[in-house]
């Protein structure tokens, strides 16, 4: 007999409905819409599976979320939960019967709690636990009638919604109040075509609901049963009600729309998704504005457009921005034409602003802003953000002159400085989601060249995962220096990520520094790069500061994994601290080569047994020789080891120094037998001294150079 978490049969298919459960409320944000859809429907339908009202959650229930509803349908919904097997853990048997196998009182009593009496006392199941014989009581728990399961269901999901802002709002009884997202106006619960009496934020729960505010025939409709919900709000109130279908049928007419106009579709999902959040009954139409703003660069058109209107700009066959754009409406009137000319008239008054910001920036040029970066704080333990570029500039130098000399330094220098005088801009500072990409406008207009502008641009690049990286080799020194400069800056501080907090999106610098690294294959050492950028700060940057290495190799650490490389190879590649990380792939293979020899699991285990032997030496203070001394090796075996890492030391070293790891790794397959010999006939912990010292200093010797590559004492099992 199974205990409380037994699985629950459900009750005969002929109790069974599909159920319907809807909140009707005002409009929802539209950014988090998806998101309460989701978790509304997962959390009853989950919710009641638990209870053992349903089966297989996931596929039993659909979504409806649109701006002024949160519903889900579930089928195969059991009018009442099967009863429920219970075995109760009671007491020991020595507890709770005497001698002559009679209950004792406290055996009664518990009893008594759980409803039984002296007559269950025969068939009590005795378990043995241990060394200790215990009592259970097997009993039936009647299944729970769905308007309880229902309405404990409707409790959690209101509890557990992903609620980004809650509101407090009184009910209609002017007294109470209550929190949810927004204020919640209708609630129904149907099994079938039956109404569960259920209640949650002040409502009854009944069968009607409101559709369209101006396109529904009717203002409040009654929903005939569970199955007739999504088509009922159709029908009778213009509403598309599943979310998916929605975005589905907006996406289908702005596809269309576009074709008809011989143009192209900027795609953008997240834009999507949020029309889709703020629509009920989409309608597609096409708008225009004067070509004059095309003069305007069409990054700042494309985002006045997408962040402020929500509209879909419109693209030709050379991928450049037209004066045309989709608009979602949320009305099909008969006459779309109002609709369509009150759009263009605010789309008009957005693009003249982005056109007064544009003119007004280039009356100054780029050099002239930058003393007003010495006004700008950047950190108030780090500085102003004139002092941050001069630090930029010095490590951006540095990489430059190792990457091409003093013309690429200079061209690196100069990137730098005007890299952030464009947050001083008008139109930076109404969208910053701009900078860079206008500083690259800006430095062409005052004559600056075409690799510098696009370093000013690239500099911040990657700006998030799959991003592009930068286009030149100036744009490169540049990124790296800004990324550098903000590792080492906020870690002399102490501003350290913590768990999920990365206020200073140090996670982001990290990952973008290993693939500038490793995808425009730099031969740059970390040690030099972090090195550099503590140098620029001066005698500003405390001795006693974490450097960001370790950082940088766990986040390593994570990409390398996401892109499917073993765990276990990555911590013996990356345990080794490599500098270089363009070798980082070429040693993975390796390791990866290195585990098919046969040779390969006995020569990990014997590295981490050396491993193990150093490391206990090192913390009792044992003596190790700092050369191995031919004259004391006594033992055959030791000897014979002794020579074969003479051989073998050369031939890895050798081609480790050309870069061939793989060959390097596999070169020590020749030291499994004298290993083994060696460890099954010297004892090295000897009680001579000398001996114990000259044997520890040659499995120095011989960890050193297996490691060179990977530490292969993680590949032991």
Known sequence: MGGANTVIAIVDNMTKKNLLVELQVEELPPKSLKQLGGSFAEFIASNLQNQGFIEDAINK??????PRRLAVWVADVAVQAADKPVSQKLMPVKVGLDANGQATPPLLKKLASLGADASAVPHLKHVQEGKAEVLFFDTIVPGMSLKAGLQKALDEAINRLPIPKVMTYQLADGWSSVNFVRPAHSLIALHGADVIPVCTLGLESGRETRGHRFEAKAQVISINEADSYAQQLLDEGAVIASFDDRRAEIRR????????????????????????????????????????FLNVPQECLV?????????????????KLTNRFLLVANVRPSDPGQVITGNERVVRSRLADAKFFFDQDRRKTLESRLSGLDQVVYHNKLGTQGERIQRVRVIARSIALLLGGETLADEAGKATLLAKTDLLTEMVGEFPELQGIMGHYYALHDGHSEVVAQAIEDHYKPRFAG??????????????????ET????????????????PFA??????GIIRILIEKELSLSLDFLLKEARLAFDDKYPETAESPLQFIYDRLAVSLREQGYPVQDIDAVISQSPKVLLDISKRLEAVRAFKQLSEAESLAAANKRVHNILEKSAKNDVAIKTKVDAGLLSESAEIALYEALKHVQSLADEAFEQGNYTQSLQTLAALKEPIDTFFDHVMVNTDDADLRANRLCLLKLMHQSMNRVADLSKLAG
């Open 61 to 66: 229930q659909v979504v409806y979320a649109s």
């Open 253 to 292: 007419q702005l596809t269309a729309a576009a074709e008809e106009e011989n143009l192209s579709l900027l795609q953008d999902d997240a834009l999507l998704d949020e029309v889709t959040a703020l629509v009920e009954l989409p309608n597609v139409l096409v708008g225009q504005f004067e070509s004059e």
């Open 487 to 502: 590792l080492t800056g906020l870690f002399s501080i102490n501003q350290i990520p913590t768990g999920d907090k990365d």
């Open 303 to 319: 985002l006045t457009m997408k962040a402020n209107q929500k509209y879909f700009p419109l693209m030709d066959a050379d991928g």
């Open 467 to 484: 991003d592009t990286l930068p286009r030149n080799t100036v744009g490169i020194c540049v990124a790296l220096a800004d990324k550098l």
């Open 506 to 511: 140090l996670r982001r610098h990290a990952l």
